[in-house]
């Protein structure tokens, strides 16, 4: 059940009392919009802009505690139609490793050189049918 693949295109990047620094991400597919919010990064570490796509693995901000926050985490908030998804199903979803995989993919092939990035239009390519995920399914398995 994966949607590698989907472009996620910065849509706000700002600051308020509560979030400290903060961004928003979405992206659309197959008729579908995946939202995630993130905030309390570290002042002047935010390094994307507004507009811009971004990729699985780019650093985008620096974990911190700006706002109403007791102590660095990252804090994200995602959506799939509007409706909040939880963010390790949502990541896995869109192919994005979490740091246990990638820290195991690393441990796999020590010798190697670092891999390339992939390129930017790759990312874009449309995902083939059968990786389409059922929402439905997603639904049920998390309500
Ligand atoms: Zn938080």
């Not at 994966?2 to 308020?16: A, E, H, I, N």
């Not at 985490?73 to 390790?88: F, M, N, S, W, Y």
């Not at 390339?116 to 998390?142: F, T, Y």
């Amino acid at each position: 059940m994966q949607l590698d693949g989907v472009p996620m295109t910065v849509s706000g990047v700002g600051k308020d009392k509560t979030s400290g620094n903060k961004l928003h991400l979405n992206g659309e597919y197959n008729g579908h919009t995946f939202d995630i919010f993130m905030c309390h990064f570290q002042n002047g570490s935010i390094q994307v802009k507004n507009g811009q796509t971004v990729t699985a693995g780019q650093t985008l901000a620096k974990v911190g505690s700006t706002g109403h926050s007791k102590g660095p985490h990252l804090h994200i908030e995602t959506k799939i139609d509007g409706r909040a998804v939880d963010p390790k199903r949502f990541y896995k979803m869109l192919g994005v490793p979490t740091v246990a995989e990638r820290e195991r993919q690393k441990a796999q092939q020590p010798a190697a050189p670092q891999q390339p990035q992939p390129a930017p239009e790759a990312a874009q390519q449309p995902v083939s049918g059968d990786k389409v995920p059922s929402l439905n399914r997603i639904w049920e398995e998390q309500d």
